[in-house]
């Protein structure tokens, strides 16, 4: 992205998150976070990552929210930022708080023996 996009992206992303925070009212997008915001080349759309805790039904109640509330979210957007034309929304949900807890999940996994005892079998293998 070029740093208008940059610039414009991040915009767009406080933006949504200060409406979600203050102007929506739909019990469904209460403590949805806004974690990235990715323009296209023509800044015609708006890839916006969303993330919320809970399982899987929250995840779809959450998706559900922000396809109803997408046409007063992309004016609002269009009256807070100067762009030629206001992008179109398209929401994703960010899997990568859930893809970071797998993998500390398998870190936590290994067996990985203290580092004082990988020295004592170092210094074996060296006598022998």
């Given amino acids: 992205m070029s740093l208008k996009q940059?610039?414009?992206a991040e915009r767009i992303r406080t933006i949504l998150s200060d409406?979600?925070?203050?102007?929506?009212?739909?019990p469904r997008l209460q403590q949805v976070t806004i974690t990235e915001v990715?323009?296209?080349?023509?800044?015609q759309f708006a890839n916006v990552y969303v993330n919320a805790l809970g399982d899987e039904n929250r995840r779809d109640e959450v998706m559900q929210g922000l396809e109803r509330a997408k046409g007063f979210l992309r004016?609002?957007?269009?009256?807070?930022?100067?762009?030629?034309?206001?992008?179109?929304l398209i929401f994703h949900?960010?899997?990568t708080l859930e893809y970071g807890e797998r993998i500390n999940q398998l870190i936590d996994s290994l067996e990985i023996p203290?580092?004082?005892e990988i020295d004592d079998d170092i210094e074996s293998d060296e006598l022998d």
């Fill in 75 to 88: 004016r609002q957007v269009g009256r807070h930022i100067r762009l030629r034309t206001t992008p179109e």
């Fill in 6 to 8: 940059e610039r414009a």
């Fill in 93 to 95: 949900w960010d899997t």
């Fill in 38 to 43: 990715k323009l296209d080349g023509d800044i």
């Fill in 19 to 26: 409406l979600l925070l203050r102007e929506i009212e739909d």
């Fill in 114 to 116: 203290p580092e004082d």
